[in-house]
Structures are given as structure tokens and as C-alpha cells.
């Protein structure tokens, strides 16, 4: 069991201006609500048994010994690397030669590495929108987009989750711009009308950005992600992501329309231009995961299976699970005492899910996410299920998250 948190000598060096927001947050969050305990650290470890679904790794690559050993073997390329902003790179330097390669994956033009898929959506809204240029945000997106529009210095104007109609008419009212949506939304799971979005940036002028963090590896040909299942990528302008997911690697990408467009960017978007090219072993990294998610079709086919057994299982047991398309789903668990009970009960049955509260979803709308990856069994899903069945009393039907 994890020891009370002492936070009696909190931020003694600070100023108070600083000192207060500390103060504040530890009064309000652990001697407040949360009893003493932190929102997010349970009672106790999973063990070598538990069933374990807090992790991106929806395809199991961390740790994979194919990619390891490649990583292994691209140490001694480390001597004399060259450590600089990407905007200096040559077309031929490793970095470009897997940008191009990387593209040629995605089905696309041309492509960007970034240091996260967070610099990836940040960056990229700063190059394209600005305070004549709004950005249409979905409701839940994820936070790195409203983050971007405020690097633009872009109005952020929401629209209703996953309502193209509300998109529409929103674009009516203050003029074209920026949309910019995840193809599968974090907390919830739910999926994006990537056609229909398409139909409105057509009809209304507007750039589509679709952030694919959670779908590349795991969906597509080859895991492309879901623009390319679709056949929308002519139609969406750029696709932002996250290889810290399905890749279980730390880098961003953005594909990007031509050469042009990726010359601009590394010369105008600040986390291009103000942060310092991948490593080797970054490289050779990706490259590897490249190669094992294009071949291992097995890890997308079990991962769907799972996701439609744990789903069917837990829609039955009543739970609204809030349009989840795939491989995320949450019990939403609305205040944040809520969140901790269902979380310790659902460890008592060894079951490790993740806890979702402010800032990443709005007070008393708290989540237990299941994130789940392609080496969970039958019986870690029954086990779940039964779980579920559990602390089904505690979660009631208006309740629900969001991002």
C-alpha cells in the first residue's frame, strides 16, 4: 500500500505567486478530494499475472527483441551524430532518407519527424492557422490541438463531438479554416466521420488536420492508420501522430502534401526549428517498428478481436461506452472519489486500467480507461468483464467522459 503523501513543506522556495497554485493544488486535490492519496496511484503493483491495461502499446513493440536487437547494434552510430535542428539536415541524411520512406507508408507526398506527436500538432497548427485563420476543434480532441491554435494565435471555435453539422455551421458563421480532429478520440475511443469531415473542408474551403496518434499500427493496410482504411488520403491535408502509441516510440510525424510544405515547416514551426534532430538510434528504431507493424498482421487481427469481445461484454452489463470504435474504451466514473473506488476495486480483481481526470477531462467527469493490446487473453477479458460486473452499481447512466 502506498504511504499518505506529505505535503506540509510544499514549495517553501517559491514565490508566492507560485507558492499559492502549489498550495492550492495539494489542498483542493490530495488533503481535498482525494482523501490524502494521489487520483492516480492505486493501492498497490500488478504482479507478473495481472491483467494490464494501462498502456498504449496496443500491439505489444516494447521490448520486442527484432527491434531491440536493431537499436543494440545502431549504438556505435552515436559517435560523432549530428546534433542539431532538423532544418539543417541534408537530403540524403538517415533522418530524410526515413521521412521519405515513412511517407511512402502513410500513402503520402512527403513527411515530417518531430520530436512528439504533441510538437507534431503544436507545429503544425502554428504554420497553418493565425489570428485571421480560426481553428474548428472537436469537443474532445486532444489537448495538443488547442495547444496549437494557441501557438497560432488562432481563435479555437468548438464544435460538438464528432457533429458535422454544428462543424458546418460554425464555418458558416466565422469563414474558413483550420479543422482539426483525432481519428480515434483518447478517453472514449470513439471514431471520427473522417468522409463526412472531408465532404465539409471540400465545401467550405478549410485545411483538415487528422491526428492518427491512436490509430497508426493499428488500423489500416499494414497499420497506415484510418485515413488510409478509408481511401481519404487525397482528401485530408495532413495527418499528424504519435509513434509513442503503437510504435512505442517517442517521435511525432506529420505527412505533409510535398517537399515544399515540409521546407516551410522546418523553417517556421518552432519545435522544428528550436529542437534538435532525432538520434541514430531514434532511427533505427522506427525503422525497425516500421518493418514488424508491416508484417505482423496477427497483432491488428487479435486486437480487434479482443476489442469486439471486451465490447460486447461490457455492453451487456449496461455500460455506455460512448461510441468506442476499437481498442480504447472507458468507464466513465464522474466525480473524482468515484474514479479512486472503482479503481481500487477494479485492482482488487487485478485488473490495472487508467485513470482520466481534469485537465484531461472536465470536473466530476473522471474515466477508468481500458487500453487494450493484442496479448490479453480470454481469460484477462473475462476477468475484466468480471470486474466490470463489480463496480457496475457505482457508475451511473448520465455519467460520461470526455477529453
Same mark, same amino acid.
Do not use: W
Given at each position: 500500500m502506498h504511504a499518505m503523501i506529505d505535503t506540509s513543506a510544499v514549495g517553501s522556495l517559491l514565490p508566492s505567486f507560485v507558492q499559492e497554485r502549489v498550495e492550492a493544488f495539494h489542498t483542493a486535490g490530495i488533503r481535498g478530494r482525494w482523501h490524502g492519496r494521489h487520483i492516480l496511484r492505486g493501492r498497490r503493483l500488478p504482479s507478473p499475472g495481472s491483467t494490464v491495461v494501462d498502456s498504449n502499446d496496443y500491439l505489444r513493440l516494447a521490448g520486442d527483441k527484432r527491434i531491440v536487437d536493431a537499436v543494440v547494434e545502431s549504438l556505435d552510430a552515436m559517435r560523432?551524430? +549530428?546534433?542539431? =535542428?532538423?532544418?539543417?539536415?541534408?537530403?540524403?541524411?538517415? &533522418?530524410?532518407? /526515413?521521412? +521519405?520512406? *515513412?511517407?511512402?507508408?502513410?500513402?503520402?507526398?512527403?513527411?515530417?519527424?518531430? &520530436?512528439? $506527436?504533441?510538437?507534431?500538432?503544436?507545429? /503544425?497548427? &502554428?504554420?497553418?492557422?493565425?489570428?485571421?485563420?480560426p481553428v474548428y476543434v472537436d469537443m474532445l480532441a486532444h489537448m495538443s490541438l488547442w495547444a496549437g491554435a494557441k501557438a497560432a494565435g488562432a481563435t479555437a471555435r468548438p464544435f460538438r463531438h464528432n457533429d458535422t453539422a454544428h462543424l458546418l455551421r460554425r464555418i458558416e458563421e466565422h469563414g474558413p479554416g483550420v479543422i482539426a480532429v483525432d481519428s480515434m478520440y483518447s478517453v472514449c475511443g470513439s471514431l471520427a466521420p473522417l468522409a463526412a469531415l472531408c465532404d465539409v473542408a471540400e465545401q467550405t474551403g478549410c485545411v483538415l488536420v487528422v491526428d492518427e496518434a491512436h490509430s497508426l499500427g493499428t488500423h489500416g493496410p499494414e497499420g497506415a492508420g484510418m485515413v488510409a482504411q478509408a481511401g481519404l488520403t487525397a482528401r485530408v491535408? *495532413?495527418?499528424?501522430?504519435?509513434? =509513442?502509441?503503437? *510504435?512505442?516510440? +517517442?517521435? $511525432?510525424?506529420?505527412?505533409?502534401?510535398?517537399?515544399? *510544405?515540409?521546407?516551410?515547416?522546418?523553417?517556421?514551426s518552432y519545435p522544428a526549428v528550436f529542437a534538435s534532430t532525432l538520434v541514430p538510434s531514434d532511427l533505427v528504431q522506427i525503422a525497425a517498428t516500421l518493418d514488424v507493424v508491416r508484417h505482423d498482421e496477427w497483432r491488428r487481427t487479435r486486437?480487434?478481436?479482443?476489442?469486439?469481445?471486451?465490447?460486447? $461484454?461490457?455492453? $451487456?452489463?449496461?455500460?455506455? /461506452?460512448?461510441?468506442?470504435?476499437?481498442?480504447?474504451?472507458?468507464?466513465?466514473?464522474?466525480?473524482?472519489?468515484?474514479?479512486i473506488e472503482v479503481r481500487d476495486i477494479m485492482e482488487d480483481h487485478d485488473v490495472f486500467g487508467s485513470v482520466f481526470c481534469p485537465p484531461a477531462t472536465p470536473r466530476n467527469r473522471t474515466a477508468l480507461r481500458l487500453s487494450l493490446h493484442c496479448d490479453l487473453t480470454d481469460q484477462d477479458l473475462d476477468r475484466i468483464i468480471h470486474a466490470g460486473e463489480a463496480v457496475r452499481p457505482l457508475i451511473t447512466a448520465g455519467r460520461s467522459s470526455t477529453s
Open positions: 560523432g551524430a +549530428r546534433l542539431a =535542428s532538423a532544418v539543417l539536415l541534408h537530403e540524403e541524411h538517415p &533522418q530524410t532518407v /526515413l521521412e +521519405r520512406e *515513412f511517407a511512402r507508408y502513410l500513402g503520402s507526398e512527403a513527411g515530417v519527424f518531430t &520530436q512528439s $506527436g504533441y510538437d507534431a500538432n503544436v507545429g /503544425l497548427l &502554428q504554420t497553418l492557422a493565425g489570428p485571421e485563420v491535408h *495532413f495527418r499528424t501522430t504519435s509513434l =509513442s502509441k503503437a *510504435f512505442a516510440k +517517442r517521435a $511525432g510525424y506529420i505527412t505533409c502534401p510535398d517537399e515544399d *510544405f515540409v521546407e516551410y515547416f522546418k523553417m517556421t486486437l480487434r478481436e479482443v476489442a469486439t469481445i471486451l465490447r460486447e $461484454g461490457l455492453t $451487456g452489463l449496461g455500460y455506455d /461506452l460512448r461510441g468506442s470504435g476499437a481498442h480504447i474504451m472507458s468507464l466513465p466514473t464522474g466525480p473524482d472519489e468515484t474514479v
